[in-house]
Structures are given as structure tokens and as C-alpha cells.
């Protein structure tokens, strides 16, 4: 099964930004369509952006037009750029196949926002 790493979570001021990376175990040419998900304290973990192999996207409404997913995959990463963020997007966010599967959950990574 292929493996998942997240990184560049951290503590940002409402309206700051952050990149989330997802790095991939094998190439993502094998792995076909990967979403960026995210659990908050207390909720069920959702996903929130998706790219496909062919570079198609599609975001939650939570997030659409603050949230941009991409895949390099050349460096079998994908990112996750976060620009005006906003309290309620303080989660644990995390990458995986989209559909998951349930052996490739990462640790992910987290994000606070909060003054």
C-alpha cells in the first residue's frame, strides 16, 4: 500500500496562509486521484480538495476560493497552499487516496488558527 506524509502544519493568524505537502511513498502516476482531508476536534474527518491524475480539482465549499490542491509529480508530492484561513479551519489535516484507503492514513499534520 502506498504510504503518505504530511508537513508544514503550524500556528497561523486568522487570514495568513500555509502550504501543506504530501509526500507519496511511490509515484503518483500509480496512485491516481489524491484528496487532502481534515478532522477537527470532536468531528469526523472530510475531505476538503481533490486532484486527480489528469491535474482535475474539486474543493469543499468550506474552502472553495481559499484553498488550492496540486500535485508535482515528478517529486511524488502533493501540496496543499491555504490562504485566508480562518478559525474553524484549525484540524489535523491529512492526505490519501481519494477514494482513502484505510492503510495509507499518514499521522498528517496540524494546523491552528487562532490569534
Known amino acids: 500500500q502506498v504510504q503518505f506524509v504530511e508537513s508544514g502544519g503550524g500556528l497561523v493568524q486568522p487570514g495568513g496562509s500555509l502550504r501543506l505537502s504530501c509526500a507519496a511513498s511511490?509515484?503518483?502516476?500509480?496512485?491516481?486521484?489524491v484528496g487532502w482531508y481534515r478532522q477537527a476536534p470532536g468531528n469526523q474527518r472530510v475531505l476538503v480538495a481533490t486532484v486527480t491524475r489528469g491535474g482535475s480539482k474539486n474543493y469543499a465549499d468550506s474552502v472553495k476560493g481559499r484553498f488550492s490542491i496540486s500535485r508535482d509529480n515528478a517529486q511524488n508530492t502533493v501540496y496543499l497552499q491555504m490562504n485566508s484561513l480562518k478559525p474553524e479551519d484549525t484540524a489535523v489535516y491529512y492526505c490519501n487516496k481519494e477514494p482513502p484507503q484505510l492503510g495509507s492514513w499518514g499521522r498528517g499534520t496540524h494546523v491552528t488558527v487562532s490569534s
Open positions: 511511490r509515484s503518483l502516476i500509480t496512485i491516481g486521484a
